[in-house]
């Protein structure tokens, strides 16, 4: 990477949280058929923290932070981003299932970056950047690629805004995504295993960025199973094992005095 | 020349195949443009048909998904000659709508030839629902999941995600839908369309050279057919372009047959 990223959100103008609580959860379930991956979720995590979810594949962690997005729906439970209910419209003080452009309002302040990227291939990375301003937030066009460039020039991508995801590495299209979402000012960032798909030599470009924003104060969950970058980064570090949260300390505690068996069981295995 | 106990007219065949002596025939000019507009438009309605029925049948509302269902149902299961009849004698019988001719711009577009378009596009539709559905459906799951996390809704997923990338996979089952659209024209004669077939037809009631004439129309089907190919070959060439540079160039295609191939493609 040509420079050291930075100011990352001042291009944006900063999330507006509205609340000390970015994100609650209270008793979440969810199944998928007959199989339970989420078996009563509660989380609080406040604004400017970074929380990293780690646990053995298979745990519920990829399902946890798409609920988290409303990209799958709860079957039990509460969720509620930046001060709103998610998923759910109360209407005359009866609680129903929110619609399709509820729902797509309610996603607006929840930045996501997923495993595989998950670009637009035919967007230019400025383009994929300004997509959400523009087709959602009725950004000028204008106004839209001045902090689209801005953001691509931070991350070190200056030169590429005009590459399509297919020309660009691994580590250069995750960067990309990381603007993608940012640029919707959102009030939280969720990374669904960001470095997974990744060639060894491209994760620290990526975890660099990700760095940055925690130094920033974006709020961030962030499922991964880099542990080093856990325990530099993360202010809490989440255990996950079979649909429940069985650990949730600070990094120091969570890998030094692990208080549950399952924990220490996974931490001598990837440590 | 004489083939079993009927002589073969040289003259005949070859005045109405020759474009130039073909086309002082009024009747034979105009219906070949009447052929050409009409497969243009009924394709177009097709499309347009294809992408509402394809976002349809994914609606969370059982009742527009039904809806297609059915459409697909009747459109595919019955012949088009039938609802060619149904649209123009039928509608009109039950006083629901005649088609009267419409004047636009100084031209006459009449009645039989709207209830072509409609006939044909309608039934198109259905047909261009599936290939829609299929190249939607062959889109990344996740493409959906990041224009959704955008906060984009369902249909501007659609408009600026999902169905300009399915475009690659839909252009060239499109093209050969358009081919078949070409030959299928023809099939208004039934209500008595007045377009390229049909002018054919009118000439042999009053020449009795079915051979030669019949022959001769069918060369023209075949020179749109094949046109079209090389249209299509150049497009599907362009996207292959954009997709991936080792895509076969269209002269090697050409070379190779496969235009050809397609342009006499399938019957339906």
Excluded at chain 1, 185 to 198: G, K, Q, W, Y
Excluded at chain 1, 223 to 231: C, D, K, L, S
Excluded at chain 2, 160 to 182: H, S, W, Y
Aim: glycine share 10%.
């Amino acid at each position: 990477m040509n420079a050291q990223p930075g100011d990352l959100l001042a291009v944006v103008g900063g999330p507006e949280t509205v609340s000390d609580t970015v994100i609650q959860l209270d008793d979440v379930h969810k199944s998928f058929h007959d199989l339970e991956v989420l078996r009563g979720i509660d989380l609080t995590v406040r604004r400017s923290e970074c929380v990293c979810v780690v646990g053995p594949s298979g745990s519920g962690k990829t399902t946890l932070i798409r609920c988290i997005n409303a990209l799958e729906a709860i079957d039990r439970g509460r969720i509620v981003v930046n001060g709103h209910p998610l998923g759910t419209v109360e209407r005359n003080g009866r609680v129903r299932p929110a619609g399709d452009r509820t729902l797509a309002r309610q996603r607006q302040d929840i930045g996501m970056v997923f495993q595989r990227f998950n670009l637009f291939p035919h967007m230019t990375a400025l383009e994929n950047v300004i997509a959400g301003p523009i087709r959602v937030r009725g950004t000028s066009r204008a106004q839209a690629e001045q902090i689209g460039r801005e953001l691509l020039i931070r991350v070190g991508l200056s030169d590429k805004q005009r590459s399509y995801p297919r020309q660009l590495s691994g580590g250069q299209q995750q960067r990309v995504a990381i603007c993608r979402a940012l640029a919707m000012r959102p009030a939280v960032m969720l990374f669904d295993e960001p470095t997974s798909a990744l060639d060894p030599e491209m994760i620290g470009e990526v975890l660099t960025v990700i760095a940055e924003l925690q130094h920033e104060g974006m709020t961030m969950m962030i499922v991964t199973h880099e542990i080093q970058f856990a325990r530099h980064t993360a202010n809490r570090v989440l255990m996950m094992d079979e649909g429940v949260i069985v650990e949730d300390a600070p990094p120091a505690q969570f890998f030094d005095h692990p208080s549950d068996e399952r924990t220490r069981r996974f931490l001598s295995k990837v440590l | 020349m004489l083939v079993g106990s009927y002589s073969f007219d040289w003259h005949v065949f070859w005045h109405y195949l020759w474009p130039p002596s073909a086309f002082k025939d009024p009747l034979i000019e105009h219906g070949l443009i009447v052929t050409i507009y009409m497969a243009a438009l009924a394709q177009t309605l097709g499309v347009i048909l294809g992408v509402l029925g394809a976002l349809g049948q994914m609606s969370r509302l059982r009742a527009v998904r039904g809806l297609v269902a059915t459409y697909l149902l009747y459109f595919r299961g019955t012949p088009a000659l039938v609802q060619l009849s149904l649209w123009y004698f039928g509608l009109a019988a039950v006083g629901l709508y005649g088609f009267p001719d419409i004047h636009l711009f100084g031209a006459t577009i009449p009645g039989v030839v709207q209830a072509g378009i409609v006939g044909l596009g309608v039934n198109e539709g259905a047909y261009m629902t599936e290939i829609v559905r299929a190249g939607v459906i062959s889109i990344d799951p996740g493409q959906m999941d990041a224009a959704k996390a955008l906060g984009m809704p369902f249909t501007r997923a659609m408009r600026f995600v999902i169905l300009p990338q399915a475009t690659k996979v839909i252009i060239p089952p499109l093209g050969n839908e358009f081919n078949n659209m070409l030959k299928s024209t023809s099939l208004v004669v039934i209500i008595g369309g007045v377009e390229l077939f049909n002018a054919y037809e009118q000439l042999n009631a009053t020449l009795f050279r079915p051979f030669e004439l019949f022959l001769a129309v069918s060369f023209y089907y075949l020179a749109l057919t094949v046109i079209w190919g090389l249209i299509q070959s150049r497009i599907e060439a362009r996207l292959g372009e954009a997709k991936a540079a080792s895509h076969p160039g269209t002269m090697r295609r050409l070379l190779a047959g496969e235009g050809l191939a397609r342009s006499l493609g399938r019957t339906r």
